[in-house]
């Protein structure tokens, strides 16, 4: 019935139902959206939200390279901000504007075009502008608020509000303020520089993380957060945990806070091996390690 009613609206985007998330997310697992949608831009989505029951459960999602979806899905609405919200442009000499669906990446590459230098280390994330800014994703002493002037959001009713980072509380990889407003664009204030420069520095991040991360398999990134003063995968490989398994789960003898998807995984496989190597970490170090992925649905 709530999709009939969806159906009815002059909606430009897709809109599907029982769709598997895990072509959505980057383990490649997870069971379906009970209903999912994919916009055709900016104003297609807040059309969309302006329409949608107040009481409908909404997840976003960018390209999921930090979200484990479990394995029953999620009933309620998924929207998909990557391929939609894509625009991006120069607002001034030195501001840009990018909306969130853009990936991180390609905003990256972008600057570093323009001869603008300050996000080079974004074009080591594999998610979006959407998902860095719930996130404060970040490495090589990058993180994405350093640059963020302000941001563009919409509410459940779809209404927009431009935000500035004092409306919110950023910590490392972590983002607080507006729980019922989700990100559509970002403004990013960068310095001018040298364009050969920046795309050697871009080069020589991605050479440095194929050699040091296990790229080509499906995972999330990083799935704890690094303890003050040490790191997870520090303690996580000390605590002889490489090449540990659950079915078709293991974590990384590349990088011992990854966690790989051999193939055939199920959701429920890698939330227990990620409960498995918290428990292992705390009972061998007497550390906590608190988890940076995000996991969601039934
Ligand atoms: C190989 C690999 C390497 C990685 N390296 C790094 C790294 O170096 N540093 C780092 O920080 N991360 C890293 N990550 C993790 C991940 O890429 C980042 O966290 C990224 O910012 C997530 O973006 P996403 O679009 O995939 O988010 P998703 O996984 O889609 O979403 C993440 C969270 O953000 C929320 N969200 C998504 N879009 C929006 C929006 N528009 N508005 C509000 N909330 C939203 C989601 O609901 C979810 O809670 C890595 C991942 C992989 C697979």
Redesign the pocket.
């Known amino acids: 019935m709530q999709t009939l009613e969806l159906k009815s609206i002059n909606l430009r985007g897709k809109l599907l139902t029982n769709a598997s998330l895990a072509h959505?997310?980057?383990w490649r697992v997870g069971g379906p959206a009970q209903t999912l949608y994919e916009p055709a831009d900016l104003a297609d989505l807040m059309v969309f939200l302006k329409n949608l029951p107040q009481d409908e459960p909404l997840?976003?999602?960018?390209?999921?390279?930090?979200?484990l979806v479990r394995d029953h899905g999620i009933k309620g609405i998924v929207i998909i901000?990557?391929g939609a919200?894509i625009k991006m442009a120069l607002l001034n000499g030195v501001t840009v504007r990018a909306e969130?669906?853009v990936a991180?990446p390609a905003l990256a590459r972008y600057c570093a075009r323009q001869g603008l230098e300050g996000v080079e280390?974004l074009a080591?994330?594999?998610?979006?502008?959407?998902?860095?800014?719930?996130?404060?994703?970040?490495?090589?002493g990058g993180e994405?608020w350093n640059q963020v002037l302000a941001v563009e959001?919409l509410d459940r009713f779809g209404h927009a509000h431009l935000r500035t980072p004092a409306d919110y509380e950023v910590a490392y990889?972590n983002v607080k303020g507006q729980p019922q407003?989700?990100?559509?664009a970002g403004h990013f204030k960068l310095v001018k520089g040298d364009k050969e420069q920046a795309l050697e520095r871009i080069r020589k991040l991605l050479a440095h993380?194929s050699a040091t991360?296990?790229?080509s398999e499906p995972?999330?990134?990083?799935v704890f957060r690094n303890p003050p003063g040490d790191y997870a995968a520090r303690l996580i490989e000390a605590c002889g945990l490489k090449g540990q398994r659950i079915g078709k789960v293991v974590v990384s003898t590349k990088h011992a806070n990854?966690i790989i998807n051999e193939g055939g995984a199920t959701a429920k496989d890698i939330e227990a091996l990620i409960q498995l190597v918290a428990d292992t970490v705390n009972q061998q170090h007497g550390i906590q390690l608190h988890r940076?992925?995000?996991i969601?649905g039934e």
């Open positions: 959505y997310t980057s997840v976003w999602l960018g390209l999921g390279s930090n979200t901000t990557q919200l969130a669906g991180c280390y080591g994330i594999p998610g979006t502008v959407g998902g860095a800014l719930a996130m404060n994703a970040g490495c090589h994405t959001t990889r407003e989700w990100f559509v993380r991360q296990p790229t995972n999330c990134g990083s990854f940076e992925v995000h969601v």
